[in-house]
């Protein structure tokens, strides 16, 4: 075979590779191949959408399919996916804080058409015309996000109630029954601000560590960062749960603070409806008494399931939001902040004699709060902060099952305006 000969088998070898997707970038290829191989009778539709995507949308839409679940692979149709991102592009032209979003936010937070694991409803046509009011409105994006979280109640006619179908109900079936919990209450939300280009995602927690229940609320993502709102708003960064969110444990997975990624990100998303299937990772035996024989039959309920929908740990950000509330919050003259932290050892200036125990603070006989101390790895500069009076005696009871520790300090707070606590175990 002459050189020439070889050179032409190659040419037309990448030229076939690259015109299987015409328009879509290399790294689309490979997950593509295997989407339409798991998509089996359904694979014809996604070439559908593939295929009659415009060329600037067609990124986009090899994103959706290239990272779709398996359930949705062998389900949806090219008209919904097609609709679905013409109308997310749409937005992207229309307003200017889309436009301006880098492809890697508008691909994971504006563009997919669901959440979790909820019905897969075509909302976004008419979210995008339903909300349009609302963001054309606003000066920027921050006025649009608060305009559509004081609006959406009555736009939508849906509001909280647990004689809702599902946990995980989808945004056309809330609106037909009129009613949700926070799950779908915060999917209505997310998509709402998905439909005029706003980044949005559900965050939730499987269970707050005082074991009173579990929560799913809505993040914006606004200039590089991400906030919370809620259907029923205060406003940014604000509302009724912060104090338990601020208290999650980071060494206790049923305790972290989740926020939901539709691209894989190694780690499902342990939060709301998915909740169970933490219970294959979590060491039940550690857990109260009382609590052990529900998520027993939780674990027994998800074993051999997989999860699929991904999600971050971002419980550090929320204790970060609880902690700097407490510390801007306004003292009484009998108040003081007081700034925990729990020792090994007595070698109380490296890193790595900290000890991340829960904190639970008695005043007599009553568990007025509680927290935990910062880890090794946490800035030396952080701490476990608790709002206390002044010249009052306390107990403070350290404890971490996994580590066999349970001790108790008995102190009593000073004068002054900020208090330093070293709570250091005894052998």
Same mark, same amino acid.
């Given at each position: 075979?002459?050189?020439? /000969? ?5 040419? *037309?070898?990448? =030229? ?12 689309? /290829? ?10 089996? +009778? ?21 994103? *959706?399919?290239?990272? %779709?679940? &398996? ?103 809330? %609106? ?38 579990? /929560?799913?609320?809505?993040?914006? =993502? ?17 509302? =009724?749960? #912060? ?11 049923? /305790? ?30 550690? *857990? ?12 027994? &309920? ?21 902690? &700097? ?7 009484? +003259? ?12 007595? +070698? ?10 829960? #904190? +639970? ?67």
């Amino acid at each position: 075979m002459n050189k020439l /000969h070889l050179i032409g088998i190659l040419l *037309l070898f990448t =030229w076939s590779c690259t015109t299987n997707y015409p328009n879509i970038p290399q790294q689309y /290829h490979s997950l593509l191949d295997s989407a339409l191989i798991k998509a089996g +009778d359904n694979a014809a539709e996604l070439e559908k959408a593939l295929a009659e995507s415009s060329k600037k949308q067609k990124e986009g839409m090899a994103f *959706l399919i290239s990272y %779709m679940p &398996e359930c949705d692979l062998t389900t949806l149709t090219a008209d919904f996916l097609l609709e679905n991102v013409d109308y997310a592009y749409k937005a992207r032209e229309k307003y200017s804080w889309c436009a301006n979003l880098p492809d890697s936010v508008f691909f994971n937070e504006v563009l997919p058409y669901a959440n979790i694991s909820e019905d897969r409803d075509a909302w976004r046509k008419d979210f995008y015309e339903r909300f349009a009011s609302y963001a054309e409105n606003s000066d920027n994006m921050v006025e649009a996000i608060m305009s559509i979280a004081r609006n959406i109640k009555d736009e939508v006619d849906v509001e909280y109630n647990t004689n809702r179908s599902k946990v995980d109900i989808s945004p056309l079936q809330a %609106m037909k029954e009129h009613m949700a919990t926070c799950t779908g209450l915060s999917i209505l939300l997310t998509d709402a601000y998905r439909a005029v280009g706003i980044p949005s995602r559900l965050a939730g927690t499987a269970m707050w560590t005082n074991y009173k229940g579990n /929560h799913t609320w809505s993040e914006v =993502w606004i200039d590089g960062g991400w906030q919370f709102i809620e259907y029923y708003p205060d406003t940014l960064n604000q509302s =009724w749960f #912060v104090a338990d969110a601020g208290k999650a444990d980071p060494d206790n997975m049923l /305790h972290w603070i989740y926020a939901a990624s539709y691209k894989p990100t190694g780690m499902p998303y342990y939060a709301a409806v998915d909740a169970p299937y933490i219970m294959q990772v979590v060491d039940t035996t550690k *857990l109260p008494g009382q609590m052990r024989p529900q998520y027993e039959e939780m674990k027994i &309920e998800a074993a051999g399931i997989e999860p699929y929908i991904w999600g971050h740990n971002v419980t550090q950000r929320y204790i970060n939001i609880y902690q &700097e509330s407490i510390k801007n919050s306004k003292l009484n +003259d009998d108040e003081l902040i007081a700034n925990v932290v729990v020792f090994a050892n007595e +070698d109380t200036s490296v890193s790595a004699s900290r000890l991340s125990c829960r #904190v +639970d603070v008695f005043e007599g006989d009553k568990n007025i709060n509680f927290g935990y101390s910062p880890r090794k790895t946490d800035d030396m500069n952080q701490f476990l902060q608790f709002k206390l009076k002044k010249g009052t005696s306390y107990r403070f009871v350290v404890s971490s099952p996994e580590e066999q520790i349970e001790q108790e300090f008995d102190l009593s707070t000073d004068n002054t305006p900020t208090q330093d606590i070293q709570l250091i175990l005894t052998n």
